[in-house]
């Protein structure tokens, strides 16, 4: 059985699975997700169950005390072989490989090397698992069948690409797909007011939350569903944009350390 821990963001809990995933069906054993991270967070909760995604079986464990958590690191240490992420920017061999104790994967696994064998597979699985509005659906047709950019703005602690690159990056969208509209996402409108405004171009951006009130999962899956996308250093917009199989697609992303790993080969990279 190879467990693999699942925790952070929504972006980062699809790297985990998408790892696990294919480190499971490689070595023909079962899947066990441990989601022990999101329920003992206060900040994020686990998001994998609204895709089709297959596993085994879920574990949790509480984290409450400090005996709860030594508790939980000595049954880990002690039942798996526990491989912990060395460098998230390369590929880890000890991820295929085979031990005697079942295997446990702790880390972000931000490669596409993990998975990209069953990366058809994973697409399939990261669909809908919920009944959406009719206007997310009405929306999801729109966006697929005109000439549409999604334009993902990353605020927050983290922080994003800055206004130049928005710029260069909706110039080059322009010259790549003549007549496309832009829908910005963003979870900073502020910070985005402030990248976007380029006055007589003003007008071509449309901000999602003008069009309706949307979930992160509404908003995730209609980025996706846009035939084209520029989006930020942001495993989110990464994952809405891995999404995207429209012929002819461009997908725009910022030149940020470890970005090599992360896109896809005909992905354009801007710094």
């Not at 699985?125 to 659906?137: D, I, L, W």
């Not at 006055?199 to 996706?224: C, I, N, P, R």
């Amino acid at each position: 059985m190879v467990t693999v821990k699942i925790g952070d963001g929504m972006g980062n809990q699809m790297y985990n699975y998408a790892c696990g995933y294919a480190a499971a069906r490689r070595a023909n054993e079962g899947l066990r997700l441990d989601i022990s991270e999101c329920d003992n967070s206060t900040l994020r909760d686990f998001e994998l169950d609204k895709f089709h995604i297959v596993y085994d079986e879920k574990e949790s464990f509480p984290n409450d005390s400090v005996w709860k958590k030594i508790y939980k690191r000595l049954r880990r240490n002690l039942k798996y072989h526990v491989i912990f992420e060395k460098d998230m920017y390369h590929v880890d061999e000890r991820v295929f490989g085979k031990f005697l104790r079942g295997k446990y994967l702790h880390g972000y696994w931000q490669c596409l090397g993990y998975f990209e064998e069953y990366f058809d597979e994973i697409r399939e699985m990261f669909t809908p698992n919920y009944e959406q509005s009719p206007e997310v659906k009405r929306l999801t047709e729109q966006f697929r069948n005109t000439p549409t950019c999604a334009l993902h703005v990353r605020g927050g602690d983290l922080g994003g690409p800055n206004r130049k690159y928005f710029q260069k990056a909706a110039e080059r969208m322009r010259k790549e797909k003549p007549g496309v509209s832009f829908i910005v996402f963003t979870n900073d409108v502020p910070k985005a007011r402030e990248c976007l405004d380029n006055g007589s171009h003003a007008s071509e951006m449309k901000y999602v939350t003008e069009l309706g009130q949307f979930s992160d999962m509404d908003e995730f899956f209609l980025m996706s569903a846009c035939q084209n996308q520029i989006i930020s250093n942001s495993t989110y917009s990464t994952w809405a944009a891995y999404l995207n199989t429209h012929p002819g697609r461009c997908v725009i992303v910022p030149d940020f350390h470890g970005v090599e790993v992360m896109a896809l080969p005909d992905w354009i990279v801007l710094s």
